[in-house]
Structure formats: C-alpha cells, structure tokens
C-alpha cells in the first residue's frame, strides 16, 4: 500500500483509509461485531493504516468497535476521532464547550483502548463557540499528550483560518466526489495555500458512483438514504448518466466504476486521502485496488469533459442536516 502525508505536519497515513461509521449506522441494521472486528484487522493485513470513526457514531459503539479491533495493532495505525456532537434525549445536538471537548476526549481515549488519538476531528462547526475556543482546547490536549493532530469537518474556509492560526490544522475532511466536486471552488485551494490535507468521506457518493444502484434499488427503513433527495427514485435515474461515465472508462482499464471514482480523486491532490467505508470484504478489496490504478491525463480530461455536461439532481442532505454545515 502506498503512503500519502496529510499535510505538512508529519502525518503520514495510507493512501487509502477506511470509514468505519457503516459498521454501527446508517446503512440498515449494523453486523455483528465480531464480522466487522475481523473486517478492520483485514484492512490493516491489506495495508490501510488509517481508521475513521466518532465519538457520536453508534451512540459511541463504533469507538468501542474500532478500539477492541485495533488494540493488538495500535502502534502501527493512526486513528482519527471526531468531538463536538452528542445525543440528548435521542438527537443528535452540536457542542463544541471547551469542558464539552475535555469530557469528550477522556471517553474516546477510553473506548477506543489508547493514551493518545491521533487525528481529532470537530465534527461540526458549533456556532454557539467561537472556534478560537475550540482550537485552543485541543492545543491544550495536544500540549497534555492526548492528542496528536488537530482537525475540523465540514468547515468554511474563514472558520478553517481563524482555527488554523490558534492551532495548525493538520486535516480537514468533508464530502467530496464527482457528484460533490463544492470543495474545489474555495475549501481545496485554501487547504494547499495552509498545507492541510484533505480527507473526502463519501468517496463513492454513499455507494451510488459503486454503479450498483438505480431507480429500483431498495433500501430498508432504517437506511438513512430514504431521507436524502438524491437518492429519491426520480434523482436516483436522473443522475444515472455519471455512473455511465465510470463505467466507460472502467471497462478501458478493466476495473469497477467505484475504483475509478476513487482514482479520479487520488489524482486530484497528493495530500489527499479518501475514507470509503463498507461492510462487505469484496468491497474492501475492490476499494483497495483503486490504490495502484494509474488515471492519464486523457481519462481525466475525458472524465472531466463528460461529466460536466451533467447536472446532478437533488440536494446531497436534508435542509436540516445541511444548515449544520459550515460550508
């Protein structure tokens, strides 16, 4: 597996990571533990060293996971944790309090079996804290050794360089594919002006770019894709066409449409670093094989030109969920 640094501060990851929120949410009822325990460490023997996950994930069960997995390999494996959204009677609220962030970190230390994270995320921009606030308290953590890096999700490039100037971002993550390409309009030329890696989640279009779902796929009730507008019936064959695109230049390469969607995103930045997460072990390798795929300049202007004669179709979240963005 090739290496890839986020940034300039001296983290070093694999060229590919692994999302681990599937395994606890989201995506219909989660396996069984033990499956999934067995998934992580296949990762690791496959090569990915970088493991994604939240403390609100599984209503901290997926830290749980990701700690008794990882545990016999912690030294050689680095861990990003997020901070800054809990459950109060069953929703998910923003909070960002510095004495929030201390309490938080003391639990994801412990439930994921570690004296030190190594990537800690705020996941969400808490407008009620000024973010000098937050990048001050995880300095401090930083300072005390039980923190590495510091890190923010879905942020606006203004909150990312007030952040940045209290405490060096060492990451950013937020969507990014080719059915989200936002980020390449301010956040990525902002990220190279700072130095700051990227880290996409939803690589693969929360599974639509795989070319494995239409209009008729089905989703079990607790698929929180049922909620989403791009994935209505309607969005879902009205957006078809971009996996048409994949699929063209795959059957060239003799690969899948989602490891050409990961390659296309490879390409993009040296310092950028795709988390796709699956529950599936054939999933997992097909994912790594977009690691040694090599896209030429003419795949990506072919890519580019087709795809932007396409206009995708539906909002990527509910409004509710969106306005929780600091985009």
């Known amino acids: 597996m090739q290496k890839r640094k986020l940034g300039k501060r001296g983290l070093e990851v694999s060229a590919l990571g692994l999302g681990c929120m599937g395994m606890s949410q989201s995506y219909g009822t989660p396996p069984d533990k033990p499956a999934m325990i067995a998934l992580i460490r296949a990762a690791f023997e496959h090569g990915i060293t970088f493991f994604d996950t939240a403390e609100v994930y599984g209503a901290t069960k997926n830290e749980e996971l990701v700690g008794e997995a990882l545990e016999p390999l912690r030294r050689q494996v680095v861990i990003a944790t997020k901070f800054g959204i809990k459950y109060v009677d069953g929703q998910q609220v923003q909070d960002s309090r510095p004495e929030q962030i201390r309490q938080s970190v003391a639990g994801s230390l412990k439930r994921l079996r570690t004296d030190v994270i190594d990537l800690y995320y705020q996941h969400r921009v808490d407008p009620t804290v000024p973010i000098e606030d937050v990048a001050g308290t995880v300095k401090d953590l930083i300072q005390q050794g039980k923190v590495k890096h510091f890190g923010m999700s ?81 969005a879902r064959k009205a957006n078809e066409p971009i996996v048409d695109v994949l699929r063209t230049i795959a059957d060239k390469k003799g690969a899948t449409p989602a490891q050409i969607a990961l390659a296309w995103l490879q390409a993009q930045k040296p310092w950028i670093v795709s988390i796709p997460g699956t529950t599936k072990l054939t999933r997992l390798d097909e994912n790594i094989g977009a690691v040694a795929l090599q896209l030429s300049r003419d795949d990506l202007r072919e890519i580019d030109t087709a795809t932007s004669r396409i206009t995708i179709q539906g909002a990527r979240y509910p409004e509710a969920l969106e306005k929780r963005t600091g985009l």
Not at 180 to 198: C, D, K, V
């Open 154 to 234: 879905e942020a606006g490039v203004k909150t990312i360089r007030r952040a940045h100037a209290v405490q060096p971002v060492t990451a950013v993550q937020s969507e990014y594919s080719l059915w989200w390409r936002r980020p390449e309009a301010e956040l990525i030329p902002t990220l190279e002006e700072l130095g700051i890696g990227f880290v996409p989640f939803s690589p693969l279009g929360k599974g639509f770019l795989t070319g494995t779902i239409d209009d008729k796929t089905p989703f079990v009730q607790s698929d929180f894709r049922n909620i989403i507008p791009r994935f209505t019936p309607d």
